[in-house]
């Protein structure tokens, strides 16, 4: 069993930044697979960035990539997922969420864990 609490979300200008973090609970945090998916009003949750439980391999949307960058910290149980280049389109709530295995995968389903997440509002 495993908890998740986003923080850093909030109100950003466009063309600017937030970072987003998402603690866990637990002791097997590094058994994890994370990432990140979020929902605007209107539209289905979709991917935006994973990470594998060691934090070798990374996995981005085609919409954030060269943008976003997810790192965890399993010392801490702590994800990072660092937003630049904001645009209004990315205006959502972000969910933080983690699997159990090794792979990054896009499908909301299979993530066991997930986080109450995280508002974030780009303004044009």
């Known amino acids: 069993q495993v908890q998740l609490v986003e923080s850093g979300g909030g109100l950003v200008q466009a063309g600017g930044s937030l970072r987003l973090s998402c603690a866990a609970s637990?002791?097997?945090?590094?058994?994890?697979?994370m990432g990140w998916f979020r929902q605007a009003p209107g539209k289905e949750r979709e991917f935006v960035t994973g990470i594998s439980w060691t934090g070798g391999s990374t996995y981005y949307a085609d919409s954030v990539k060269g943008r976003f960058a997810l790192s965890r910290d399993n010392a801490k149980n702590t994800v990072y997922l660092q937003m630049n280049s904001l645009k209004p389109e990315d205006t959502a709530v972000y969910y933080c969420a983690a699997r159990v295995g090794s792979a990054v995968v896009v499908r909301s389903a299979d993530y066991n864990y997930w986080g109450q997440g995280t508002q974030v509002t780009v303004s044009s």
């Open positions: 637990g002791r097997t945090f590094s058994r994890y697979t």
